[in-house]
């Protein structure tokens, strides 16, 4: 029996990759020094996965910035502005493209389907000439080669390639990607001879695309994209992996059709009902790769459960043409478990980072082929046996008054510009007001003085006042700048969900539990084990002491919602004096479903909670939300029903018709601040370049009803970058005043 993992973690097990970037990226270490700690990474994640017995091993999962921009420079699709000049794309053009240079901004980023992780999209018009500018998949296939390890390289498929794109600038509405489908398998062809050449067996395209909604037309591009790669595959297994959720039933006859593939990929966790549809029907001779092993969550895997699945799908297909798989890349899930010697026993025992999931999958894989490991498949019995019983888990008061908000509905009683007039007269904001969205640069002193403090090394005086002094700095800055609505910068904070997850009970932490979020940056997030609950207040201590520091309004600062948690603190806040509070709702988006018929459901839910949040507040209070960038268009009414005061979100890596779906949006009254530039780069926007954005979303959006903000938190600029860039913020915003 086989086994299978379709792709793996690229960041290493203590980040080393993205310290490796950003200090080649600040010119402290070469492109060499680069180069080595990434082959250094690679090797050891095929060593780790051959030692532990996988037989079909992921090359080409690694990526410096983006697997997807991977595939653009495979292709050569390179939008002219970056002035490339052809030949093998490097480090400039590639980074140039993820990130932007002093002179280019960046490609736009967007969430890779409901993960957190995101992908840099490509831009592809009637104009982009391909040519084969990336040999990294050959280059990969034979480094592990060349290890002794023999591996299947993953390529992004060429039709979800396409699906990925936005039509550059100027054919946005006029141009079909797919039309591209015959300039790009050229490419594809050439990439396939050289693996071929190069001796490799097996090939994965992923194609992830094939589980959305796709209309006939769209799946109908998959059909005649595989037949043109048909001879160029001929002689190679050719497996297409799909993830994230179940196939459509049109969808599943269309891959399983597909002329030259030999093996199909599915996620049996999100997508349980695609097993009816493989018992309802398998091609014969064909493998099946099956996704028992969870890719996108950290606990251990039921694994009688699964042998249980894999039993009767073995019965369907066959003993030898069965591979047991993980249900997507672990990309999207922690690394190892083994840097976690602080966690908490009980707790450890329910989990699995990555490393722990290839031991799972090959566990399945032996337990199928009649080598079951009976020690590790009964201390896995008894895990998955003591969470569910565990009282850590469950808390009765907590159940209790979830129960009691069902069916009600939450909502402040006055309508939001009767809110907005109220809160106007306490706050007395000029027009175009000014704001930041909650964060400051975070300073190595700023980070040992918490690191210090969480080891006991400094007392609790010595960090207090060190916070204090920090606040301070940031509340004069503030002030020197002339922002109108005031932050304290969140110096206390390391993680905007871990902050809080530290304080509420029923969350676990990890030291090194890291997942990429996008290029360098990676998230760690809480493990939520059991009912949550705030045994004290949170933020009030820091934002009331803000607060006295100013006679401008202070934005309390919270991430929301855990509805009954963050409802206490809110009231706490209004309470201690804080008249404007931002409820940061990041990744309201995040949790969608990616099928249209869950939508709704979810959507209803998510809202209540934020409304639950701040229903009880009065109406001078004035809420604010943040939302990062996410596709708006089609959430605008839950974002409008969330009936926050204003809306800042995230907006300048895309383009002007998100304004347009919040001028449809708006007309129900909220202040909204679509951010004026984009602090993901370190570049430092003029005045008039954000004058002109002010403009441009002026004549879509009412003047009284916009602000004037970055677009996302500043913890990860330096004060180099930020002063400047709002100071222009700030010139721009007062240009404007003068010109209303
Ligand atoms: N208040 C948070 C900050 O400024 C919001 C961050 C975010 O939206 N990702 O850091
Ligand atoms: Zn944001």
């Given amino acids: 029996m086989a086994s299978h993992i379709v792709g793996y973690p690229r960041m290493g097990p203590k980040r080393e990759l993205k310290f490796a970037l950003e200090s080649f990226w600040d010119g402290k270490s070469s492109a060499e020094d680069l180069q080595k700690v990434s082959a250094d990474l690679r090797s050891s994640i095929w060593k780790q996965m051959s030692d532990a017995g996988i037989k079909y091993i992921p090359s080409n999962t690694f990526a410096y910035y983006d697997q997807v921009l991977d595939t653009t420079a495979m292709l050569g699709a390179v939008p002219a502005r970056y002035n490339w000049n052809g030949g093998e794309i490097g480090f400039d053009t590639y980074f140039s493209m993820a990130r932007g240079n002093a002179s280019v901004p960046a490609m736009e980023m967007t969430k890779w389907f409901d993960t957190n992780y995101h992908y840099i999209v490509p831009e592809l018009g009637p104009d982009v000439k391909f040519s084969y500018a990336s040999h990294k998949a050959v280059t990969e296939y034979k480094e592990a080669k060349g290890l002794g390890v023999e591996t299947v390289p993953v390529l992004v498929g060429p039709v979800s390639y396409l699906l990925l794109s936005k039509p550059s600038k100027g054919v946005e509405k006029t141009f079909s990607l797919l039309s591209l489908l015959p300039k790009i398998l050229p490419i594809y062809k050439e990439v396939i001879a050289e693996l071929k050449a190069a001796g490799a067996s097996w090939i994965q395209f992923d194609e992830p695309m094939l589980v959305m909604d796709l209309e006939s037309h769209k799946l109908q591009a998959f059909t005649e994209a595989y037949s043109e790669l048909e001879s160029t595959l001929s002689g190679l ?19 399983t059709g597909l002329k030259g593939v030999t093996a199909y990929g599915f996620d049996l966790i999100r997508g349980t009902k695609t097993l009816d549809l493989i018992k309802g029907g398998f091609p014969e001779g064909k493998y099946l790769f099956a996704g028992v092993v969870d890719g996108r969550n950290i606990w251990a895997n039921d694994l009688a459960g699964s042998l249980t699945i894999l039993t009767e799908l073995e019965s369907i297909v066959g003993k030898d043409k069965l591979v047991v798989s993980t249900s997507c890349s672990l990309l999207h899930t922690a690394v190892d478990l083994i840097n976690e010697p602080k966690l908490d026993k009980e707790i450890k025992s329910w989990l699995a980072f990555a490393a722990q999931k290839v031991v799972e999958v090959d566990a399945l894989a032996k337990a199928l082929a009649g080598h079951k490991d009976e020690a590790f498949f009964s201390a896995n019995a008894a895990a998955q046996a003591s969470r569910k019983t565990s009282p850590r888990v469950t808390n009765e008061a907590v159940q209790k008054a979830a129960a009691a908000l069902k069916g009600s509905d939450h909502r402040r009683a006055t309508n939001v510009s009767a809110r907005l007039d109220a809160q106007q007269k306490k706050l007395n904001l000029p027009i175009l007001p000014t704001t930041t969205i909650g964060s400051f640069p975070q300073t190595i002193e700023l980070r040992k003085v918490r690191r210090e403090y969480k080891a006991k090394k400094i007392s609790e005086e010595e960090y207090v006042n060190a916070i204090r002094e920090e606040i301070s700095k940031v509340v004069k800055i503030q002030e020197e700048l002339d922002i109108d609505v005031l932050v304290h910068g969140e110096p206390e904070r390391n993680d905007m969900v871990e902050y809080f997850g530290e304080q509420l009970s029923g969350f676990a932490f990890t030291a090194n539990g890291w997942v990429q979020s996008y290029g360098s940056r990676c998230v760690k997030p809480p493990i939520i084990y059991g009912d949550v609950s705030r045994p004290k207040a949170m933020t009030v201590f820091w934002s009331s002491m803000a607060q006295s520091m100013t006679a401008r309004p202070m934005k309390g600062m919270l991430t929301g919602p855990i509805a009954l948690a963050i409802k206490d603190e809110v009231e706490d806040l209004e309470k201690a004096g804080i008249n404007v509070i931002q409820i940061d709702e990041a990744a309201l988006r995040e949790g969608l479903p990616l099928r249209k018929a869950e939508h709704a459901f979810y959507l209803d839910w998510a809202v209540h909670s934020f409304r639950i949040t701040n229903c009880g507040v009065q109406d001078t209070t004035q809420i604010h939300t943040h939302m990062c960038y996410s596709n708006f268009n089609d959430i605008i009414h839950s974002i409008i029903d969330m009936d926050a005061d204003v809306i800042t979100i995230e907006n300048s890596r895309s383009d002007e018709k998100l304004l347009s779906v919040f001028r449809e949006g708006v007309k129900y009254g909220a202040g909204i601040g679509p951010g004026v530039y984009d602090i993901h780069s370190p570049r430092i926007p003029s005045t008039d370049e ?30 180099t970058e930020v002063k400047p860039a709002l100071q222009n913020m700030v010139a721009a915003a007062k240009l404007l005043r003068t010109q209303l």
Wanted: net charge neutral; with cysteine; proline share 4%.
């Fill in 237 to 255: 297994n050719v497996l297409v992996e799909t993830y994230f959720a179940d196939i459509p039933a049109e969808a599943f006859k269309t891959l």
């Fill in 690 to 719: 954000i004058a002109d954005r002010i403009n441009k979303m002026l004549a879509v959006l009412e003047t009284n009803i916009l602000w004037v903000n970055p677009d996302c938190g500043l913890k990860t600029r330096k004060y």
